[in-house]
């Protein structure tokens, strides 16, 4: 249809946008200046009432914050949404709580608001009341709360699965007000509402800590400080535990010397529950802090209530040019050197042996018999539950793996470890120790894990050795009636002692949980990519499409690469779901020395049908096969032989150029070699060698073959060369 002459032509999107975005700019504006002619004069210009602009700001949003009550009536007249979010979740509700207008917090529950709803970071508008003090809110809040009023006051920050991973969330509306040093807020949550000085986060601190925590801006720590130690007061008057620790592994009173509070620290001396020797995942007491601020007033009391001098760092009293500090210090035992390790002694680790010598040298803190501090500096890992670090248990080396106390994974590792404790090829358990809201487990320390391993280790590496190790430790727990569940090169562990050992029993589960074949089936198809990880030494990745044919991905011009395809095949093969199976595949050709391969070679050719060339055997046709052998590295193997060798041999009998002469030659060759000259013997030096060098896929090739046409002959030659091993 044709425009009108008095039509406008359509303006273009990014005008319009433009202009929209303009007026929403205009509007948000006009709002924080609480201009209400403004305001309306936009909106019925056509501002969009629900514009947002950058953190997802709505007009809504800014009315509130600019406590404007006006402002908020008329945008809610003209459509406002009054349950909009933030980019971070924040409703209007919420911000009326950071606000503490009762007004606005009462006419959005009339607008459907929920009285519990949050923002992502867990974050309701009773919590937001209490962070900012908002006492009048906070009373409205609570007198809104469903009948269980103590439960939803104790209400812990919710927040996600990954967050509470790492000990995020779970803070109460007491544990704000504490942290914010609101002395009042603390006092009504406490004595009018019935929050608990008891409840923890999920970090496993409680109000108390909050409360000692070092503020968000440091510059205000001396001004918060006369709140915060009547806050202390009230919640150890209201029987606070003191002995609890915040992320850093301080305790309350690490935390009120670190704020250079004499009055905290003689709060939580008095109650004579505080461990005044007791350190932080720093290795710093209470005392060793007091030195470095340079506060001797603290010094002196912690001194005189027992703290450990020889804990404390003398060198940062004279650095601070305090005589009176070192002096102090000298009179309660400090020594005018540094402590260290005793001369003799040497970590067995020489990948963590620096951190471990440090970790010697100092008082470190002791839980139970484990000595460890928790700090970056001695981490070796991160986990999902906290993380793996170096300690001492009982004196021995170890790696300290954390998990939250009773959590699944910890109930997992510790249901594999127990029944595996003896096993040879899988970390040992030294004995586990409770800290906190976590439990340790004393573990094998190794130098790295397979993935570190292949791809640093300048030598070669013992492709077989890894690989054998890996199939008997998974087939000793399924012999357990375990299954591994998280098979992966960053699980597998190599020791001081380049020993291989299995580690990670977290998603390990038992064949009583049902599902066994599953079970077993997830271990095996992980061990074939295993194999195909280690031969490559990582070249071809380990994670790979579900699905996948894990053997086709072998490179063909890798030694012996028929071989690992077919042990790869028959990891992953469904017909192979059990620990007997398993138990086979560590005597499969793949990990046979040279030795195995030339005694079996030899006992093949000892079969009568080959050593009377029964042409009508199906044994000998199936090794005759010309097609199967073109390619082969035996392929005319009588010009490949040194002569003057196949001459001395041809002496008593012919050969020609088939694979059953091959192996005739061979028998003969292993059964006559002490017999035979000199020459040739410096020619042939060790036949095992000779024969296996220059045939490398002769035995495989026989393997195979006596595998499709005579299984009970092949069973009887393998019985004989693997020492008694009877295959099933």
């Known amino acids: 249809m044709e425009a009108t002459g008095n039509s406008q032509p359509a303006a273009p999107n990014g005008c319009r946008n433009g202009t929209a975005a303009a007026t929403a700019s205009q509007l948000h504006d006009a709002i924080k200046k609480g201009s209400v002619k403004t305001v309306r004069q936009l909106l019925e210009e056509g501002a969009d009432v629900n514009s947002k602009v950058e953190g997802g700001w709505t007009p809504l949003h800014n009315a509130v914050q600019a406590d404007q009550e006006e402002i908020v009536n008329l945008l809610l007249e003209q459509g406002a949404d009054p349950r909009a979010r933030k980019d971070n979740g924040a409703t209007p509700f919420i911000i009326a709580g950071i606000v503490g207008n009762v007004s606005l917090l009462e ?18 508008a009773f919590m937001e009341a209490a962070w ?9 809040l609570y007198e809104n709360f469903s009948d269980e009023k103590e439960m ?43 929050a608990s000085v008891h409840a923890c986060d999920n970090f496993g601190r409680n109000a108390l800590i909050h409360a000692l925590r070092l503020p968000l801006k440091r510059n205000t720590i001396r001004r918060q400080n006369e709140n915060i ?10 029987g606070a535990d003191v002995t609890g620790r915040d992320e850093n592994g301080k305790t309350s009173l690490i935390l009120a010397a670190e704020r250079q509070s004499q009055d905290l620290v003689e709060l939580l001396l008095k109650t004579g529950k505080v461990d005044i020797n007791a350190m932080g995942n720093d290795g710093k007491t209470a005392l060793k802090i007091a030195v470095e601020y340079d506060h001797e007033e603290i010094a002196k009391l912690l001194c005189e209530n027992g703290a450990r001098a020889d804990c404390s760092d003398i060198f940062a009293a004279k650095e601070n040019y305090n005589n009176e500090m070192v002096a102090l210090l000298l009179k309660y035992g400090a020594t005018a050197t540094n402590n260290q390790p005793p001369k003799d002694w040497e970590p067995t680790s020489k990948r963590w042996g620096e951190q471990l010598w440090r970790l010697h040298s100092i008082n470190s803190p002791q839980i139970g018999k484990l000595n460890i501090i928790f700090d970056e500096y001695y981490c070796i890992e991160s986990t999902s539950e906290g993380g793996i670090y170096l300690g001492f248990h009982a ?16 109930k997992r590792e510790s249901m594999c470890l127990s029944h595996c404790h003896s096993n040879r090829h899988m970390v040992k358990l030294f004995g586990t120790e409770t800290h906190g809201n976590c439990q340790l487990f004393c573990l094998s320390l190794c ?36 299954g591994h569940g998280d098979l992966h090169p960053r699980n597998i562990l190599i020791d001081a002692d380049d020993k291989v050992l299995l580690a990670d029993f977290d998603k390990s589960s038992s064949f009583a949980e049902g599902q066994r074949e599953l079970i077993i089936k997830e271990d095996l198809e992980a061990l074939g990519r295993l194999v195909l990880y280690v031969v490559t030494r990582g070249e071809v990745p380990f994670d790979g499409p579900d699905g996948e044919d894990v053997s086709a991905r ?14 790869i095949r028959s990891l992953v093969s469904p017909h192979r779901g059990n620990s007997v199976q398993l138990g086979d595949l560590i005597h499969h050709p793949f990990f046979w020395t040279c030795e195995s391969r030339f005694e079996f070679l030899v006992d093949v050719g000892n079969n009568p049908d080959i050593e009377k060339y029964n042409a009508g055997s199906q044994i000998v046709k199936a090794l005759n096969c010309n097609k199967a052998t073109t390619e082969k590295h035996f392929h005319q193997w009588t010009r490949k032989i040194d002569q003057d060798v196949l001459k001395n041999m041809k002496e008593k009998r012919s050969y020609k150029d088939t694979v059953t002469d091959l192996l005739r030659l061979i028998r003969n060759v292993g059964a006559h070699y002490g017999a035979k000259p000199q020459w040739f013997k410096e020619i042939i030096q060790n036949p095992s060698q000779y024969f296996v ?36």
């Open 107 to 124: 006419l959005f529950l009339s607008k459907g608001s929920e009285i519990n709803e949050k923002d992502n970071n867990g974050f309701t």
């Open 132 to 140: 900012y003090g908002k006492e009048k809110a906070l009373k409205f």
């Open 152 to 194: 939803d006051v104790n209400l812990g920050r919710m927040v996600s699965t990954q967050q509470r991973q790492v000990y995020k969330g779970g803070e109460t509306a007491l544990m704000d007000a504490a942290r914010n040093g609101h002395l009042s807020a603390v006092k009504t949550l406490v004595k009018e509402m019935r």
């Open 229 to 238: 130690e009547q806050i202390v007061s009230f919640l150890l008057d209201c």
């Open 395 to 410: 004196g021995k080396e170890v790696a300290v793996k954390r998990f939250l106390l009773g959590s699944d994974k910890a």
């Open 447 to 482: 130098e790295s894990n397979l993935e570190d391993h292949l791809s640093k280790s300048a030598q070669a590496v013992n492709n077989h050795n890894i690989l054998k190790t890996l199939l008997e430790a998974v087939r000793d727990l399924h012999s357990l009636e375990l």
């Open 554 to 567: 072998c490179p063909t011009d890798l030694q012996g690469h028929l071989e690992i395809e077919d042990l």
């Open 693 to 728: 060098d220059r045939f490398p896929d002769l035995t495989f090739y026989v393997y195979e073959h006596l595998r499709r046409v005579d299984r009970a002959f092949l069973k009887k030659v393998l019985h004989h060369i693997l020492k008694g091993y009877n295959p099933s």
